[in-house]
């Protein structure tokens, strides 16, 4: 069953993936790492030698591949969905993918 806790560290590691299979792609990519919850709009950006930059949001989530608890704490199948956020339900603001900065996003 996963976890938010577990999500972040497959999420760490896919991002390191990310990262490292960009730069095969583009040998010439310069690589960063968003700081840690320093800016919620990208985990990475590429930069070529001409300037251009590009961002990347990476996101991990098992749930949709295992159990997992609902909100009464009743444990749910499955359920092969995925969940991208647009808003956030308890401050009715937008969130996710709507203030993302991210040109693209990778969800594994």
């Given amino acids: 069953m996963g976890s938010v806790n577990e ?3 497959w999420g760490a590691v896919v991002e390191q993936q990310w990262a490292a299979w960009l730069k095969c792609k583009n ?3 310069e690589i960063t790492h968003a700081p840690k919850r320093k800016f919620p709009g990208w985990d990475l950006m590429t930069k070529v030698p001409a300037g251009r930059c590009r961002y990347y949001e990476v996101k991990w989530d098992a749930t949709a591949q295992s159990p997992w608890k609902g ?3 009743d ?4 359920t092969g969905n995925i969940y991208i956020e647009y808003e956030n339900p308890r401050q009715g603001k937008p969130s996710g993918i709507a203030t993302s900065q991210a040109h693209y ?3 594994c």
Avoid at 75 to 78: F, N, P, R
Wanted: no cysteine; net charge positive; aromatic share 18%.
């Fill in 71 to 73: 909100h009464r704490g």
């Fill in 105 to 107: 996003w990778v969800y």
């Fill in 27 to 29: 040998p010439l990519f």
């Fill in 7 to 9: 999500d972040m560290k």
């Fill in 75 to 78: 444990t749910l199948k499955a």
